[in-house]
């Protein structure tokens, strides 16, 4: 561990925070070399420890290595050798290199509201990364958050309502559009579950997902995700629970909407607290061109502010 640990100098960032100890994210630079052939030989050697290191730390940032375009990113991520997780969701992406797609395509003058990547579906991945080709003039940064410190303050401030959600489960439902639509969240049935098909559609959605559907007489889709939980305990994270849901994303909202599995409607002041500590307990840096964040996504939330176009940010999904 120490002899990798001499292969990147750690760095400083303007808006890391520390928490509970650790200074996330933690941001590597170069020792020596700062090219992409060098970072591949670095990490090719180490990969195990640079796994554990994204585990323990939640959040990594490596910043100064000329990383130039999607075969690059790519390059980094397979030396790695995480197995490749396909992404279902509403979101609009676009394919660039083998496993590099754009991140979500929705309007830059939106505001995506922080989530664990894929937290509803039945396969989510492990580790959500991002590479910034391209930093806006203005804006754009990728929030993220520590999980466990939205789940601990708010079975603080809402011990019986959060014990009620654990033990009733959640259900949520999404209208998704027959065509895709211009929102961050706009994609369509065909979009979100790769195929034009009803049929089939339908087939994917209970198989792969999880999720039932009922048709619309307008060509749209209710889809149904039931059961699913409000936190979440996964293994080699210190035994803390994470906020792994998307309520604050689907309540209220004009397409979608989420309840307690028996129905019983959740507060409103409960959902608008966990957005205020959300915001409270967030981390955010300017993205530099070149940068490749590697997050993990048991343990950290991300969003997206509003930024100025350009903006180009690449990511992959991995396990």
């Known amino acids: 561990m120490e002899f990798a640990i001499k292969n990147f100098k750690v760095g400083k960032l303007e808006g890391e925070k520390l928490v509970d100890g650790e200074t996330m994210p933690l941001v590597l630079q170069p020792n020596s070399n700062n090219d992409v052939e060098s970072l591949l030989v670095v990490l090719e050697k180490n990969k195990e420890w640079f796994k554990q290191m994204i585990i323990d730390k939640s959040a990594v940032l490596l910043r100064g290595f ?3 375009n999607a075969e690059d990113f790519n390059d980094i991520v397979e030396t790695i050798g995480w197995e490749n997780v396909r ?3 509403p979101a609009p992406r676009t394919q660039i290199h083998k496993r590099i797609f754009t991140a979500n395509e929705g309007p830059l003058s939106d505001t995506i509201i922080y989530h664990h990547e894929m937290a509803v579906m039945k396969e989510y991945p492990k580790n959500v990364t991002f590479f910034c080709e391209l930093p806006p003039s203005e804006g754009g940064q990728t929030p993220i958050v520590p999980s466990f410190k939205v789940a601990e303050r708010m079975m603080e401030e809402f011990p019986e309502a959060v014990k009620e959600m654990e033990e009733k489960g959640l259900k949520y439902k999404f209208i998704a559009p027959g065509q ?6 706009g994609g369509g049935w065909p979009l979100f579950l790769g195929t034009s098909d009803p049929v089939e559609a339908v087939k994917r959605a209970k198989v792969e997902s999880d999720i039932d559907m009922e048709w ?6 209710e889809m149904i995700f039931a059961n699913r939980p409000i936190t979440k305990v996964f293994e080699g994270r210190k035994g803390r629970k994470m906020w792994f849901n998307i ?3 689907m309540y209220g909202k004009k397409f979608t909407s989420v309840t307690m599995m028996d129905g019983t409607e959740i507060p409103e002041n409960f959902v608008k607290r966990c957005e205020e500590i959300l915001e409270e307990e967030s981390i955010e840096f300017k993205w530099e061109k070149g940068d490749v964040l590697f997050l993990d ?3 950290m939330l991300h969003g997206r502010r ?3 176009p350009p903006r180009k940010v690449l990511v992959t999904l991995g396990k």
Do not use: D
């Open 216 to 221: 619309l007489s307008n060509g749209s889709a």
């Open 66 to 68: 000329n990383v130039r």
């Open 180 to 185: 895709n639509t211009q929102s961050y969240i």
């Open 247 to 249: 309520v604050t994303l």
């Open 297 to 299: 996504n048991f343990a």
């Open 306 to 308: 509003p930024s100025l």
């Open 87 to 89: 992404y279902v969701g």
